[in-house]
């Protein structure tokens, strides 16, 4: 059974950083992974992308977070990361790490509360 489990969530001051992980677990090998990637959903709003990278390592950002954010994955230890810096209040968010295989197949993990305070 496929799981992803996020961590690293947590409370921080505008303009400080955070790193948030996800450990993705079932896969015979992560050969079968295509794109792995970030969204977060703040309270009232829709689920919005955050970034995403390709097996290959390629990467795509929304603007908000360009500059600021940094996603990167290790195909050997089957994680994704994001590393989170200049912090703003409107970063606060449940962010989710989300997989799609080859195959067209997409997972979620369940979220981690990442909150930013002013």
């Known amino acids: 059974q496929v799981q992803l489990v996020e961590s690293g969530g947590g409370l921080v001051q505008a303009g400080g950083s955070l790193s948030v992980s996800c450990a993705a677990s079932?896969?015979?090998?992560?050969?079968?992974?295509?794109?792995m990637g970030w969204y977060r959903q703040a309270p009232g709003n829709q689920r919005e992308l955050v970034a995403t990278?390709?097996?290959?390592?390629?990467?795509n950002y929304a603007d908000s977070v360009k500059g600021r954010f940094t996603i990167s994955r290790d195909n050997a230890k089957k994680m994704v990361y994001l590393q989170m810096n200049s912090l703003k209040p409107e970063d606060t968010a449940v962010y989710y790490c989300?997989?799609?295989?080859?195959?067209?197949?997409?997972?979620w993990g369940k979220g981690t509360l990442v909150t930013v305070s002013s």
């Open positions: 990278i390709t097996r290959g390592g390629s990467t």
């Open positions: 079932g896969f015979g090998s992560m050969y079968s992974v295509n794109v």
């Open positions: 989300n997989l799609n295989t080859y195959a067209g197949t997409m997972y």
